[in-house]
């Protein structure tokens, strides 16, 4: 079937720290797995996607990797600021041309 | 370069009512998708239609909704005799090709139904 886990739901941490958000899938062919940035009142901003030949993908303070033996795929942001608070979302795409997306996690930094 | 375009924002409508949301993809772009969101929680995808065509309505309820992406115009979704569980929002997006083209997505529908 067609599912992707999210967790944690939530995640507080304090400005300069890491944040880390896992995710699993379950379809062996996905091959394509975005991560969403969704601020209040705005639809998802794409802010990181990796594909499945390659094991880890790093954008500045983001970086995203893959592990598709165990179906699971994570988020890590460094030195997070009070404006990477947000909703951040996960998804995973089929050969049919679906994004699936997990249930979401809430970033709250403190500054 | 204008990004995917939501209207209207905001839709409050009375039970029994009909709801249209319409999309404009980004230019160039001829994939779209409608997902809905309730509140706290995540996107669930309806439909992928790409120009004329639906490919994927699998998310989509059997009765009451619809969607079309005419040759010309915007993407539009219709809900027919809305109901209160209807209330949502509902995001489009666009791609220049399949789900494994990175989606844009609009700013989203807020249907209200009292």
């Known amino acids: 079937g067609e599912n992707v886990e999210q967790h944690p739901s939530t995640l507080s941490v304090q400005e300069g720290d890491s944040a880390v958000i896992k995710c699993t899938y379950s379809?062996?062919?996905?091959?394509?797995f975005p991560w969403y940035k969704q601020e209040l009142g705005k639809g998802p901003q794409l802010i990181i996607d990796i594909r499945s030949n390659v094991g880890e993908k790093k954008d500045q303070r983001i970086a995203v990797t893959l592990n598709k033996t165990a179906k699971h795929f994570s988020l890590h942001i460094t030195e997070t600021q009070p404006e990477d608070s947000a909703v951040y979302f996960c998804?995973?795409?089929?050969?049919?041309?679906?994004?699936?997306f997990g249930t979401g996690t809430r970033l709250q930094v403190f500054p | 370069n204008a990004g995917v375009m939501q209207n209207p924002r905001h839709l409050v409508r009375r039970r029994g009512q009909e709801a249209r949301l319409r999309c404009s993809p980004m230019?160039?772009?001829?994939?779209v998708y409608w997902y809905r969101q309730l509140p706290e929680e995540g996107l669930k995808f309806m439909v992928y239609?790409?120009?004329?065509?639906?490919?994927?309505e699998s998310g989509m309820p059997k009765e009451r909704f619809s969607a079309e992406f005419p040759k010309e115009g915007p993407s539009i979704l219709r809900i027919q005799q809305v109901v209160r569980g209807d209330s949502a929002a509902y995001f489009c997006?666009?791609?220049?090709?399949?789900?494994?083209?990175?989606?844009?997505f609009g700013n989203g529908t807020r249907l209200t139904v009292t």
């Open positions: 230019k160039g772009h001829s994939h």
């Open positions: 998804a995973a795409v089929l050969n049919t041309d679906k994004l699936i």
């Open positions: 997006a666009s791609s220049p090709g399949g789900a494994d083209s990175p989606l844009h």
């Open positions: 379809d062996s062919a996905s091959n394509y």
């Open positions: 239609l790409q120009k004329e065509n639906i490919i994927d």
